[in-house]
């Protein structure tokens, strides 16, 4: 996705910074693009850890005789949370790629419920970021899925593209 020359200039400044801010750099990009269509939200972080929040929304159900949220959203709210807690621990951004990302559902998501994600990243390398997390409708001890990967960090500086 191509950004705007605003936009673009937003996220450069972000990235030279010394740190990361996982509340800012939510509001910035869970406005644009699939994380905005989705209407992601930032909810808290630690040290490590981040938690994003998805609300239901009718449009984003998969079952329309249960209510029940599609996979999807879902999937993408814990790719996003996941990833977010990796330059939260390294307290930096770096672009990521998903090299791997295993989603076990363990239950339905209840309808009209928000879905929380609560990630954390437990390691890192030069080079990759060892990440776990879990999705839940309102009680973190009765999650609805959980979530294991690995980012690449990627050495890229021009890796925006800018109408």
């Known amino acids: 996705m191509a950004l705007s020359e605003e936009h ?3 996220v450069a ?10 509340s800012l750099w939510s509001k910035m990009m869970n406005v644009r693009g699939h994380s905005g269509f989705l209407d992601m939200n930032y909810v808290a972080h ?3 850890w981040i ?12 079952d329309p005789e249960t209510g029940v949220l599609a996979s999807g959203p879902i999937i993408s709210l814990l790719d ?5 807690s990796a330059s939260t621990r390294m307290k930096k951004f770096r672009p990521q790629v998903t090299l791997d990302l295993r ?5 339905a998501a209840v309808p009209g419920r928000t879905i929380v994600a609560r990630a954390e990243c437990y390691q890192t390398t030069r080079s990759m970021a060892f990440v776990r997390g879990i999705a839940h409708d309102g009680d973190p001890t009765d999650p609805v899925a ?5 980012f690449m960090l990627v050495q890229a500086p021009q890796f925006m593209k800018v109408k």
């Open 51 to 62: 938690e994003l929040a998805l609300p239901w929304r009718e449009d984003l159900v998969g």
């Open 8 to 10: 673009a200039a937003e």
């Open 80 to 84: 996003n949370a996941t990833s977010m």
């Open 146 to 150: 959980h979530a294991a990967g690995i």
């Open 46 to 48: 630690g040290d490590d």
């Open 103 to 107: 989603i076990d559902y363990v239950r």
């Open 13 to 22: 400044r972000m990235l030279q910074a010394d740190h990361f801010d996982p």
